[in-house]
């Protein structure tokens, strides 16, 4: 493969094939009526059985799935909710729009999510709740969080919507917190195309977000109409839930292609002095967006590898910019300087669509390494 060649290669894309074709067009032409609901139903019943959880509600989204659980937990104006700096608006919006305030904490260098030691040292008695980002499908340090969490009385909330194939110590990312929430946006590992899912083992809390997902209607209400309290319109429709179901039942293959594109490039670039997504003994994980961060010794410009690799037809995409720097309305725990203002100036998302081949990995990999070696010595021939 020639430096001149030039391939069209998008940074990711959905797995969509025949069975999740045949299912959205079953729901499309039968899923009304009495029948409104049979995939939304079947859906959330695979991904618990999945999950390992005991109740699972669809969303529209993530964000979604996170505004409900959090407005059940009762967050509103005058709290604060800690989460790391190095994270997309969608974990803070939701914080925002209940009145409350984001309190940023710093990331740990390697897994690149939230410190639990500066989480600790941000509590204050306005603190109702810690939210753990499973960044890019690594994992967060939740045996140290929901300890910190049981400590202090604070529910400890899994935004897992980069986390589908995670795996920390035999518990699925999004199982262990008070709840947890999933995305299916079209970039995801499992689509539905825009959609997310609600997940919790606690029935006080399922049945509080289950009332609210319906516009405030009671599971038990008999009068017809009768809202119970003001609630939210957060579902899922039929028809993405039928495509969620076809990629469930694909989900072992979908989770285990995202693991060997890791590896493609982890094998390609192990000469680099870079830092790549972890995965820490006794996890895994499950890589949906290839990263790596380069090492600060070496000289590097985020944005001549991209322009570099957009060149050659490659669609690369920068690392979360720190919450701090924008309007997300909250504020950094601690005055000082945090890892994530400058980690984002060094590091790249790769692309990971499941139909990326190892010669699209190879044809991307070598252009990485073409700039970064004209910038250090490796020591290889």
Not at 1 to 11: A, D, L
Not at 51 to 70: F, P, R
Not at 78 to 103: F, K, Q, S
Not at 307 to 315: F, I, P, Q, S, Y
Request: glycine residues 8%; hydrophobic residues 40%; charged residues 20%.
């Amino acid at each position: 493969m020639t430096s001149s060649q030039i391939r069209k290669i998008p940074y990711t894309k959905p797995s969509i094939t025949e069975l999740e074709v045949e299912f959205a067009t079953d729901a499309a032409a039968n899923g009304w009526g009495e029948h409104c609901y049979d995939y939304i139903v079947r859906f959330e019943e695979a991904f618990k059985a999945h999950l390992g959880v005991k109740y699972a509600i669809a969303t529209s989204s993530c964000t979604g799935a996170l505004h409900m659980g959090m407005h059940a937990l009762g967050i509103g104006p005058g709290d604060e909710v800690i989460m790391a700096d190095t994270n997309w608006i969608a974990t803070a919006a939701p914080i925002v729009h209940l009145g409350a305030t984001p309190v940023f904490v710093d990331i740990l260098p390697d897994s690149w999510c939230l410190d639990p030691e500066q989480v600790e040292a941000a509590i204050t008695p306005n603190t109702k709740g810690i939210v753990a980002v499973h960044l890019y499908g690594n994992l967060c340090d939740m045996n140290a969080l929901l300890a910190i969490g049981e400590r202090y009385g604070i529910p400890v909330i899994e935004d897992a919507a980069e986390a589908v194939g995670s795996v920390y110590h035999g518990k699925r990312a999004g199982s262990m917190g008070r709840f947890g929430a999933f995305s299916f946006h079209g970039t995801k590992t499992i689509t539905t195309g825009e959609g997310g899912m609600f997940v919790t083992n606690d029935p006080d809390l399922y049945e509080q977000v289950l009332t609210l997902s319906n516009h405030g209607r009671a599971r038990g209400q008999s009068k017809q109409f009768w809202p119970d309290m003001v609630g939210f319109k957060y579902k899922m429709s039929n028809i993405q839930a039928a495509i969620g179901c076809a990629q469930m039942q694909r989900i072992e293959i979908l989770t285990r292609v995202k693991r060997g594109i890791f590896a493609m490039y982890q094998d390609y670039l192990k000469d680099l002095p870079i830092r790549m997504n972890p995965e820490p003994e006794g996890c895994t994980n499950g890589y949906w967006m290839p990263t790596f961060v380069v090492e600060d010794s070496i000289p590097f410009n985020r944005d001549e590898l991209i322009d570099a690799l957009k060149a050659k037809g490659v669609d690369a995409r920068v690392f979360f910019w720190p919450l701090s720097s924008t309007p997300a309305g909250g504020r950094k725990a601690l005055d000082k300087a945090y890892l994530s203002e400058s980690i984002h100036l060094r590091a790249l998302n790769l692309p990971s669509h499941h139909n990326l081949s190892d010669e699209d990995a190879f044809f991307i990999s070598n252009i990485a390494i073409t700039y970064l070696t004209s910038n250090f010595s490796p020591g290889i021939s």
